[in-house]
């Protein structure tokens, strides 16, 4: 999906200088967009600065390390959306130590950026996930909200640390707030992958079937990410700003109800289940992402006046597949 496609997002009144972390990934790329496209000045903290400038046709000021950004390089709002993927190889010692350094050690290093900068950034946004709450067991139908707690397990205590050392920025005056994605819908990210074995007939229940899926479209996901930009401009609003939002539409979903609204939207069949002793052989721990859930609710954004454009599953997996 192109940026070019949506609505105009509008992230603030004024031109904002914004440093975006991760902004050649999926989710990165559309935001980049938006905020050009919204006027803003962008500068992409990346690993391969002259990629990321070609993407953008050099529109972005591409920085490789926090280290070359001097104190007085003028930033008003930190977006970091950094962190090596989660889903594919197994989460040995050395793997859980590249998605710990990719997450908390880069925040690290723009937080120490930030503690040297003559004028500190207004807001930090920060991504994390829904992982932070663990898994639910099946058949438990608890609406978990951003308050309820996390658990004892690797994608918890990821989570945890993310989030914790993003907030480490408030102690130099910065607003920080964490956003909790859910299941990214869009044409990228894990979407295209899930979606193959439908359109090849063979769509059905992952597991049980049973599992909590919490999702969110691209476009909403972007949208949310200038209403929270927006709030913070509003001096009556300012104290209201939450430490989390939860990024998951209003319609939580079993894993077969996804599977049946993507198989309908697409005409074909869901009826071939997958076992799940096959992929917990293959993936161990990880395998708990797919096979198991979390019914998660965006509480704070409804909160805040919110309004989702795709509340329902069904409605942006046919925005997406038409």
Partial sequence: MSAKHNE????????????????????????????LEDGHQVTIL???????????KGRVNCVQDMQNLPPDYPIDVVINLAGARILG???????????????????????????????????????SAIGYYGIQKIGDQTELNEESPSQSIFM?????????????????????????????????????????????????????GKQWMSWIHIEDLLRAIAHILQLTENPAAQ???????????????????????????LHRPCFIPTPAWPMRLAMGEQADLL??????????????????????????LSQLCS
């Fill in 239 to 265: 104290h209201s700003l939450k430490p989390s939002y939860n990024f998951t539409a209003p319609e939580t979903v079993s894993q077969l109800e996804f599977s049946k609204a993507a198989a309908k939207v």
């Fill in 291 to 316: 096979l198991e859930g979390q019914r998660v609710v965006p509480e704070n954004l409804l909160a805040s006046g919110f309004e989702f454009k795709y509340p329902q599953v069904e409605s942006a």
């Fill in 46 to 56: 990346t690993r391969s600065p002259e990629q990321a400038g070609q993407l953008f």
């Fill in 89 to 127: 190889w197994r989460w040995t010692q050395a793997r859980q130590k590249v998605l710990r350094d990719s997450r908390i050690g880069l925040i690290q290093k723009v937080v120490d950026w930030i503690a040297r900068a003559e004028r500190k950034p207004a807001l930090f946004l920060s991504a």
């Fill in 156 to 208: 918890s205590s990821l989570c945890r640390d993310w989030e914790a050392a993003a907030r480490s920025a408030g102690e130099y005056g910065v607003q920080v707030a964490t956003m909790r994605f859910g299941l990214v819908l869009g044409h990228g990210g894990a979407l295209p992958m899930m979606l193959l074995p439908i359109k090849l007939g063979m769509g059905g229940a992952l597991g049980t």
């Fill in 8 to 35: 105009k997002l509008r992230f603030s009144d004024s031109p904002k200088r914004v440093l975006v972390t991760g902004g050649t990934g999926f989710v990165g790329k559309l935001l980049v967009s938006a905020l």
